[in-house]
């Protein structure tokens, strides 16, 4: 089947230790995303890619960086993960950046910084 | 300005009984409004999508929502609730915003079925 893949599923890494999360998609999608969800609240977009376009929204800190190499992968990294930083992060992909085009979401990793 | 509100945080029925989940929007566009699902742990599903076509969508596990432009609004609905409903629901408004394409989403409501 068709769908979006998300390893590690639970990522646990060191207040300041980097750290890249990974995303894989076999639906030939031209755009993923990359969203942070936090307990009980809606997901927040990172940033996303329209083929290999990076666009990043304005309120994302530098600290997280992406990285899109081919049109199957995308990876997040988080330079220097601060404890606040703890939390779900989804990816999605869609066929296109219009707005009719519904998101496919992994299954999400969930990140624990100690 | 794009928005969207989805009026209640938590949604308490019976099971059998019916669900009505409450969004309003804001879009100075046409939009294009989603409803999703999530379960504990998972990611998010789609259930259903309204994009100008017929007003009333009809989704998967028995939902259906309506658009009303008068109202500003897209709830959702199921006639009977089954416990595998228990989950949280986000309404998401996807428009045109200064020449680019915003997707925005509620806060989200949580489900939860009482035996």
């Known amino acids: 089947d068709a769908m979006v893949i998300q390893n590690p599923r639970y990522q646990v890494t060191q207040f300041g230790k980097p750290v890249t999360l990974s995303c894989s998609q076999t639906l030939n999608h031209n755009v993923m995303y990359w969203y942070q969800q936090k307990s009980s609240q809606a997901p927040k977009l990172l940033f996303h890619?329209?083929?290999?376009?990076?666009?990043n929204e304005a309120d994302t800190p530098d600290n997280f960086q992406s990285r899109r190499p081919n049109t199957s992968f995308c990876f997040l990294d988080i330079r220097s993960p601060g404890l606040g930083d703890a939390a779900m992060y989804l990816c999605?992909?869609?066929?296109?950046?219009?707005?009719?085009?519904?998101?496919?979401f992994g299954p999400g990793t969930r990140l624990t910084v100690t | 300005a794009q928005s969207v509100t989805q009026l209640d945080s938590h949604v308490s029925v019976s099971e059998g009984t019916p669900v009505l989940l409450r969004c309003n929007y804001s879009s100075s566009y046409s939009p294009s409004l989603f409803w999703y699902v999530q379960h504990p742990n998972k990611g998010l599903q789609l259930l259903l999508k309204?994009?100008?076509?017929?007003?009333l969508v009809k989704g998967i596990n028995g939902f259906e929502a309506e658009f009303k432009k008068s109202e500003t609004s897209f709830h959702l609905t199921k006639p009977s609730a089954h416990m595998s409903d228990a989950a949280e629901y986000f309404c998401v408004v996807s428009g045109m915003d200064s020449s680019a394409s915003k997707i925005i989403f509620g806060s989200g409501t949580r489900l939860s079925i009482r035996p």
């Open positions: 309204y994009t100008s076509a017929a007003t």
């Open positions: 890619y329209y083929d290999k376009d990076f666009n």
């Open positions: 999605a992909t869609s066929r296109g950046a219009g707005t009719t085009y519904e998101q496919y």
